[in-house]
């Protein structure tokens, strides 16, 4: 008797490790049909881990993950993040990829010429931070003085490029890594350029900052520094529709009269000299413009179509430039 009593245990603990082994090396349902995202929160325990996992759908079994996290070695290394779990991964593969930290991956794209209020927005869709947490630390003094920026915000100051951020960095750590993008690009060649014309990074890329949101055709960009410099130099102001839009906080929307008379600091109907500060981001191609412009003498220039512009040297010019843009728009 005592020896059936033996052999049955011993069967039923080599079917019980069968099963469990079996489980372990079976995909669920779900995870054949294609890839499943799962998240874990940090400071969870193995316990928890695999709850959320069955839960999921990930693992056919708490017991079997559990096991192959002992068996592994891996209990202790297991790490929070949203994980992209591949078609087709058995229990033993999702023990591997949450001990490896391989999490995934969210492509941002912050294009030339975005503002701040306009990456918060995209973030946000991308449920990597909420919108108000980016506009806020834009602004926070202490992120401003931990990064060196002198100015009242981030504006102007995060590259425009590609990112690829994980879900669960802070808003801080986004921006942080955006402005030392920023700092990789402008060579000192462009900074030594930037100060024989009386610029230093603020102002350089507020002059930048506004030739990236006039020009729409990266060709026009050193015409239109051109065109800046030289008002600036006979103290004529800038009168870039871009600075009131900003002003007025209506990003790329047309303006009224009653917007470009509202008395802002960066507004450049009706303040001379550069504005306080970037009005969005400017990438290389308008900051390298902004310290090379054209050598022309243009003081004005009007739209001539959606991508480019008419460029005058005087008023007359202008005006009958601008009359033929009305006529056009008229009629189209």
Known sequence: MLLRGFIVLVLGGLAGAASLAWLAFSPTPAVKDGPLVVEIPA???VLG???RLAEADVVPSRMAF???AAGRGRIRHLKAGEYEIPRGATT???VDLLASGRVRQHVVLHPEGATIAEL???LENARLARAEDIVRAASDEKLLRTLDINGPSLEGYLFPD???FVRGLSAEEMLGRMVQRLRSKITPDVMARAKARGLDVHRLLTLASIIEREAVDPEEQRLISAVFWNRLRLDMPLQADPTVQYAVAKERRALTRADLATDHPYNTYMRRGLPPGPIASPGLGAIQAAVDPAPVNYLYFVARDDRTHTFSTNVNEHNRAVTRYRLMRRAS
């Open 49 to 51: 881990i695999a709850g």
């Open 92 to 94: 033993l593969d999702v």
């Open 120 to 122: 918060a927005r995209l």
């Open 43 to 45: 400071h969870e325990g």
């Open 66 to 68: 559990l096991a192959m």
């Open 162 to 164: 590609t990112y690829q």
